[in-house]
C-alpha cells in the first residue's frame, strides 16, 4: 500500500500528515506534526544549515545562541509526519542547551521522546540530529570568523 500525504485541514502549509497515520505513530508525534513547535525561521540566527536526508526530505534549522546558551531554534522541512516531528523534538531538546551539548543529541533520544517511529521513519531523527549538528558547526564557524575579524580590526 503506498503512502499517501494529505494537507491537514485549517493548518498552515507546512503541517502534513500521512493518511492512516492514527495506527502509526504515538500521540506525541502526531501531536507535534499537526502543531509543530519551534516552525519557521528564527531571525537573527547565529546558526542555519540546510540537509537533505537519504529519503530526499530537506530540513533546514535556524539557531540563536546567546552566551554559549541556545536561546532560539527554529526548522522548515518539506518531509512527512515523521519529519516534522523530529524536528520539533530536535529543536526543543536544542533550546536551553549550551552550544557544544546540542551535537550530543542523538537518534535514539528524539526517538525515544517521541514514542518511537516505524522502522521505515527512524531515519528522520537522524535527520533531525545531522541538521541541528550542521547548525551548530555554522554557528561556531561564523563566529570564528566574526572573532577573527574583531582581533584584526
Same mark, same amino acid.
Given at each position: @500500500?503506498? +503512502?499517501?500525504?494529505? %494537507?491537514?485541514?485549517?493548518? *498552515?502549509?507546512?503541517?502534513?500528515?500521512?493518511?492512516?497515520? /492514527?495506527?502509526?505513530? *504515538?500521540?506525541?508525534?502526531?501531536?507535534? !506534526? +499537526?502543531? =509543530?513547535?519551534?516552525?519557521?525561521?528564527? /531571525?537573527?540566527?547565529?546558526?542555519?544549515?540546510?540537509?537533505?536526508? =537519504?529519503?530526499?526530505?530537506?530540513? *533546514?534549522?535556524?539557531?540563536?545562541?546567546?552566551?554559549?546558551? %541556545?536561546?532560539?531554534?527554529?526548522?522548515?522541512? $518539506?518531509?512527512?509526519? *515523521?519529519? %516534522? !516531528?523530529? #524536528?520539533?523534538?530536535?529543536?526543543?531538546? !536544542?533550546?536551553? +542547551?549550551?552550544? $557544544? /551539548?546540542?551535537?550530543?543529541?542523538? =537518534?535514539?533520544?528524539?526517538?525515544?521522546?517521541?514514542?518511537?517511529? =516505524?522502522?521505515?521513519?527512524?531515519?528522520?531523527?537522524?535527520? #533531525?540530529?545531522?541538521?541541528?549538528? #550542521?547548525?551548530?558547526? $555554522?554557528?561556531? /564557524?561564523? +563566529?570564528?570568523?566574526?572573532?577573527? @575579524?574583531?582581533? !584584526?580590526?
Amino acid at each position: @500500500m503506498g +503512502r499517501e500525504t494529505v %494537507i491537514l485541514k485549517g493548518k *498552515s502549509s507546512g503541517e502534513r500528515a500521512e493518511a492512516g497515520t /492514527e495506527e502509526k505513530f *504515538s500521540r506525541t508525534v502526531l501531536e507535534l !506534526a +499537526r502543531h =509543530p513547535k519551534n516552525m519557521g525561521k528564527v /531571525e537573527d540566527a547565529d546558526g542555519f544549515a540546510t540537509v537533505t536526508g =537519504p529519503c530526499g526530505d530537506t530540513m *533546514s534549522m535556524w539557531l540563536k545562541v546567546e552566551e554559549g546558551v %541556545i536561546v532560539g531554534a527554529g526548522f522548515t522541512t $518539506d518531509g512527512c509526519t *515523521s519529519s %516534522i !516531528a523530529s #524536528a520539533s523534538m530536535a529543536t526543543m531538546m !536544542a533550546k536551553g +542547551r549550551r552550544i $557544544d /551539548e546540542a551535537p550530543r543529541v542523538r =537518534p535514539e533520544e528524539i526517538l525515544d521522546a517521541l514514542g518511537g517511529l =516505524p522502522e521505515e521513519n527512524r531515519h528522520c531523527a537522524l535527520l #533531525a540530529v545531522n541538521t541541528l549538528a #550542521a547548525s551548530v558547526r $555554522d554557528c561556531r /564557524e561564523r +563566529r570564528r570568523k566574526r572573532d577573527g @575579524m574583531e582581533t !584584526a580590526g
